[in-house]
């Protein structure tokens, strides 16, 4: 038998989205397959300035990973490390940074873009604090 090399998928952090109010207030790790899909829990959150439009994306040719977080009332950074595919395995690796309490509740999220081809069902969420 031969053991399938693990390598590392190209990817696109999503920028410029918020989660709906009416999305699950759990935390929740989903893969969007359609614009519709992602609509229902994620909107556009453009603002003034060169980098203030959500990112493009095209379910045609790609799929969007979403990690989110319960509402927290602590000030949390998402990073993404990296993903790979590894024995029809992909794997996502992000690491977590927890700050400062806040005066308001925020929901930290990560949302990032395959490749569909690259896309695996058998989906892991790996994480370190820093």
């Known amino acids: 038998m031969v053991e399938e090399a693990q390598y590392s998928v190209p ?3 999503l920028t410029n989205y ?12 989903k893969v969007f397959f359609s614009q519709e899909a992602f609509r229902s829990n994620f909107g556009m959150a ?7 439009r959500p990112s493009e994306i095209d379910f045609k040719r790609e799929v969007v990973i979403a990690m989110v977080l319960p509402p927290m009332n602590q000030a949390c950074k998402l990073r993404i490390e990296e993903v790979v595919k590894e024995e029809g395995r992909l794997i996502f690796h ?7 309490p806040l ?8 949302l990032i873009a395959i490749a569909k ?11 370190s604090d820093e």
């Open 11 to 13: 990817f696109r952090e």
């Open 18 to 29: 918020f989660i709906r109010k009416d999305a699950p207030k759990e935390r929740f790790e």
């Open 46 to 52: 453009a603002f003034m300035g060169p980098n203030g």
């Open 94 to 100: 992000y690491a977590q940074t927890l700050g400062e």
């Open 103 to 110: 005066s308001y509740t925020i929901r930290p999220c990560l």
């Open 117 to 127: 081809s690259d896309f695996e069902s058998n989906l892991s969420f790996l994480y």
